[in-house]
């Protein structure tokens, strides 16, 4: 088998090929990190690398494998790349912050350590900007991290570097969390697989568990891949109060979606949208129909308190952890983390409670709509992506030419009003590229706690199309 073909293999064929006996987990790793080693100069996806232990690691998986009556676990000898913010006991983790270069954290966080016990191998941890508080993906501390479809623009944020590990080749399974859209956003500019959980379904680390709008999820080149790694971070934790019991598992195999009906947005009634990115959510939609469904676009009566409310919820709760670490280190932050924290300080208890309140009016709406329909679709970028160094004091966000008029950091991304309905899942996958090569997105939205439903939905989808990455042809070129 050619590297390049092993590379770009999915986890689930390569578990299945591991229990054969007809791949070793160290063919693997060192396919992996080879190919980490020739691209990181080139993108800049990983802060911390483990190349050596995962290689120890990979050889006692070999072993495990090797035994008849080994017991090997659902991610067993998978190198999986970890975003840089989540714990793991005795590795530096630096949230992309010179703040805490310093720091390794003595135990680990939930989601990795269910990662570790099913055979997981970490081995790099993946950038985000500073303390995860952009929708691209550069910092003082690790430098800029370039899309791998066209290194002028970003990978998107805040889980960025998973985005680009996964769509180079550097990792077969990634981690991301998601407070604005920073799992979907970089799934979206890197052309790969974002899942969104509702809030509870997986675990997660305080005091931001108790955020509704915050979750952590798996980022994949497949659908199947992402499900395997939801299935293994899904779950109650005893150190979580709003994890959920019980724990949900997902199926593999979807029954057809002949007969479903799907709702549809492309501007959500208030984003200007690329006219490239309008293009090829047409062509998935014409996917959907040649599957049966009916596809039908709807007005959701949003307008732009929809961004207004969750950038207000983000900035009282979210801003101030930036306001609190400035107040020591403000000369050594990047400046995007700075400003954040000084809009903190301008927030008060009443504007948050109208944040409350235009949740509760969105989903008045999106609610009693969902009734009538199985998902709902819209783009996951209103743009494929802004540059890779992207500076919100200086520069603009342009879409079909025009001055976006909403707050820069996510006028160009549509994720974050499905934060604010944290209890829907989200599931984001490919729909194409653009002419600059930047892939382009949609998300499949389920109701409340449905999530099977945005996997039906898109498990139907990647079958249509013949998933991505699966030719030489469908990968970034380097």
């Known amino acids: 088998m050619k590297n390049d073909d092993l590379i770009y293999m999915t986890a689930t064929e390569a578990a299945a ?77 630096s949230y992309g912050s010179l703040t805490a ?66 769509a180079a080749g550097t990792a077969p399974l990634a981690t991301g969390s998601d407070i604005g859209g920073s799992i979907r956003i970089p799934a979206g500019a890197c052309g790969v697989v974002g899942f969104k959980p509702p809030y ?30 939801q299935n293994v971070i899904c779950g109650p934790s005893p150190h979580d109060i709003a994890s959920l019991r019980p724990k949900l598992r997902l199926p593999t195999d979807y029954k057809p979606i002949k007969g479903w009906k799907i709702a549809y947005s492309f501007d959500l009634g208030f984003f200007d949208v690329d006219t490239e990115v309008v293009a090829n959510m047409k062509k998935a939609l014409r996917v959907f129909k040649s599957l049966g469904a009916t596809v039908e676009e709807v007005d ?22 930036m306001a609190g670490v400035a107040k020591k280190h ?13 809009k903190a300080v301008k927030s008060t208890p009443a504007k948050f409670l109208k944040s409350m309140e235009g949740a509760a009016k969105m989903y008045d709406t999106f609610g009693p709509m969902m009734e009538k329909y199985d998902v709902f679709i819209c783009p996951t970028n209103a743009l494929p992506a802004v540059k890779a160094d992207f500076d919100e004091r200086k520069d603009e966000v342009r879409i079909n030419g025009k001055v976006s008029p909403l707050p820069k950091t996510l006028a160009w991304c549509m994720t974050t009003p499905f934060n604010t309905l944290s209890r829907c899942p989200v599931l984001a996958v490919p729909t194409g590229h653009a002419s600059n090569g930047v892939p382009t997105s949609i998300q499949i939205i389920g109701r409340t706690y449905s999530d099977a439903d945005v996997f039906r939905a898109g498990v139907a989808y990647e079958e249509a199309v013949g998933g991505w990455y699966t030719k030489t042809r469908s990968r970034p070129k380097f």
């Open 17 to 93: 090929l591991f229990r054969k006996r007809k791949l070793s987990p160290v063919e693997l790793m060192e396919a992996v990190i080879t190919r980490a080693e020739e691209v990181q100069p080139k993108i800049n996806a990983f802060t911390f690398t483990h190349y050596d232990e995962a290689m120890d690691l990979a050889k006692a998986a070999e072993a495990k494998f090797m035994k008849k009556d080994g017991r090997v676990g659902a991610l067993e000898g998978l190198p999986i790349a970890i975003k840089d913010e989540s714990w793991i006991a005795g590795k530096p983790t």
């Open 101 to 166: 270069k310093d720091f390794v954290p003595d135990k680990t966080s939930v989601n990795n350590e269910r990662i570790l016990k099913a055979g997981g191998i970490v081995h790099a941890r993946t950038a985000t900007p500073e303390f995860s508080c952009a929708a691209y993906t550069h910092s003082k501390m690790w430098g800029v991290t370039r899309n791998p479809w066209n290194r002028r623009f970003t990978t998107g944020g805040s889980s960025g570097g998973s985005g680009a590990s996964l």
């Open 200 to 229: 509870g379904r997986n675990a997660d680390d305080a005091p931001f568990n108790l955020d509704p709008y915050c979750h952590t999820g798996p980022m994949a080149r497949s659908i199947q891949d992402a499900i395997l790694l």
């Open 300 to 321: 959701l009566g949003w307008g732009r308190e929809a961004i207004d409310t969750g950038i207000a919820h983000l900035t009282h709760l979210f801003g101030s952890l």
């Open 330 to 342: 403000r000369r050594i932050m990047t400046d995007y983390a700075v400003d954040f924290g000084k």
